[in-house]
T-cell receptor, first 113, second 114 residues
Framework: GDSVTQMEGPVTLSEEAFLTINCTYT??????LFWYVQYPGEGLQLLLK?????DKGSNKGFEATYRKETTSFHLEKGSVQVSDSAVYFC????????????FGGGTRLMVKP | DAGVIQSPRHEVTEMGQEVTLRCKPI?????LFWYRQTMMRGLELLIY????????DSGMPEDRFSAKMPNASFSTLKIQPSEPRDSAVYFC????????????FGNGTRLTVT
């Protein structure tokens, strides 16, 4: 079946450091790929998405490129802020199953001033 | 847009009691999802509906769990009887149909069963 694997956290960085959170997937067909972010006490929010190979999703300084050859969708940000501290979830979805998403286990990011 | 609205935000109950969680999806969305989040198991899909019809309930842990969607603007998740291992945060999410349409999550209900 479909699956998403994320690097385990927590990831602890100093403010303005470069961020990479790795995500790889296993799926048949051509899934869409997503990154969601969860702030404390809140539900998940869509951060960015990519719907086909080589697409780059971007939002709020975060980027991720859909790499079909390596089945990856790594999240990057050039300079993190304390306010980026949250849990980040990688997910894949397929149109033929509605919008049912398969989520990775989540990666907690902690940014220190 | 008020977003997905869940109630209550927190629920504390005793083992054996019935618990009902409520969700109002975003108006116009066709799909609704119930997820459970725990430290041990992460985010688990329990059930999802398309156009008010349950499509996949294979994630519902056991017969104690049931979900309904009587109309496009309301859904419930019921646990009867509740057990301590049901303690978790339960999220409702909604979206439009289509594989690239994002899910919009509510803020969750934190359930504690003592």
């Amino acid at each position: 079946g479909d699956s998403v694997t994320q690097m385990e956290g927590p990831v602890t960085l100093s403010e303005e450091a470069f961020l990479t959170i790795n995500c790889t997937y296993t799926a048949t067909g051509y899934p869409s790929l997503f990154w969601y972010v969860q702030y404390p006490g809140e539900g998940l929010q869509l951060l960015l998405k990519a719907t086909k190979a080589d697409d780059k999703g971007s939002n709020k300084g975060f980027e991720a490129t859909y790499r079909k050859e390596t089945t990856s969708f790594h999240l990057e940000k050039g300079s993190v802020q304390v306010s980026d501290s949250a849990v980040y979830f990688c997910a894949l979805g397929k149109g033929n199953a509605g919008n049912m998403l398969t989520f990775g286990g989540g990666t907690r990011l902690m940014v220190k001033p | 847009d008020a977003g997905v609205i869940q109630s209550p935000r927190h629920e504390v109950t005793e083992m054996g009691q019935e618990v009902t969680l409520r969700c109002k999806p975003i108006s116009g969305h066709n799909s609704l999802f119930w997820y459970r989040q725990t430290m041990m198991r992460g985010l688990e899909l329990l059930i999802y509906f398309n156009n008010n019809v349950p499509i996949d309930d294979s994630g519902m842990p056991e017969d104690r769990f049931s979900a309904k969607m009587p109309n496009a603007s309301f859904s419930t998740l019921k646990i009867q009887p509740s057990e301590p291992r049901d303690s978790a945060v339960y999220f409702c999410a909604s979206s439009s149909l289509g594989g690239s349409s994002p899910l919009h999550f509510g803020n969750g209900t934190r359930l504690t069963v003592t």
